[in-house]
C-alpha cells in the first residue's frame, strides 16, 4: 500500500516525520512530499507536485490554508483516501473529495498505525 505524506518534514520533532518513519518501519511504501528537498531515514523528500502512480493513501500534514495549491495535484493522483491529520481538517477539499468519490478521514495516522486500524 503506497501512501504520499503531504507536509513531510526533516525535523524529527514533527509529526509527518514520525509518520513517515513509522509507515517504513511497517513496510509501506512511502512518497514524502515536503517545501524543501532532504531526507527522512534515506526516503527523499520531494519538493512540488511530483508525479506518483499507485498511490493508495495521500495523509494530510498541511494546515487548510496551504493545501488549496494541491487540490488538482491530489486528485490527479487518484487515492483510495485522504486522511486529514490533526489540525489539517479542510472542509472545502472534503467536498471536492466527496465529489470525486474519494474517501476521507479526519485521522491521526500515528493512531490509526498504532491500533492496527490503518
Known amino acids: 500500500m503506497k501512501t504520499l505524506v503531504l507536509g513531510a518534514s526533516p525535523k524529527s520533532e514533527r509529526y509527518s ?4 518513519l513509522r509507515l517504513q518501519q511497517l513496510g509501506h511504501e512511502v512518497v514524502a ?3 524543501r528537498k532532504s531526507d527522512i531515514n534515506g526516503i527523499a523528500i520531494l519538493e512540488g507536485m511530483p ?6 493513501t495521500v495523509t494530510m500534514y ?10 488538482s495535484y ?5 487515492p483510495k ?10 472542509p472545502e477539499l472534503v467536498a471536492i473529495l466527496k465529489e ?5 478521514e479526519n485521522a ?5 498505525l498504532a491500533t492496527n486500524q490503518y
Not at 508525479?51 to 493508495?56: A, H, I, L, M, Q
Not at 498541511?62 to 487540490?71: D, E, I, R, S, T
Not at 491521526?108 to 490509526?112: A, H
Open 108 to 112: 491521526c495516522t500515528l493512531v490509526l
Open 33 to 35: 512530499v515536503g517545501l
Open 81 to 90: 483516501r485522504v486522511l486529514f491529520n490533526p489540525g489539517a481538517e479542510n
Open 100 to 104: 470525486a468519490g474519494i474517501t476521507y
Open 17 to 20: 516525520n514520525k509518520a513517515v
Open 74 to 78: 491530489i486528485l490527479s493522483l487518484k
Open 51 to 56: 508525479e506518483v502512480e499507485g498511490v493508495d
Open 62 to 71: 498541511l494546515g487548510a490554508k496551504n493545501q488549496k495549491m494541491y487540490y
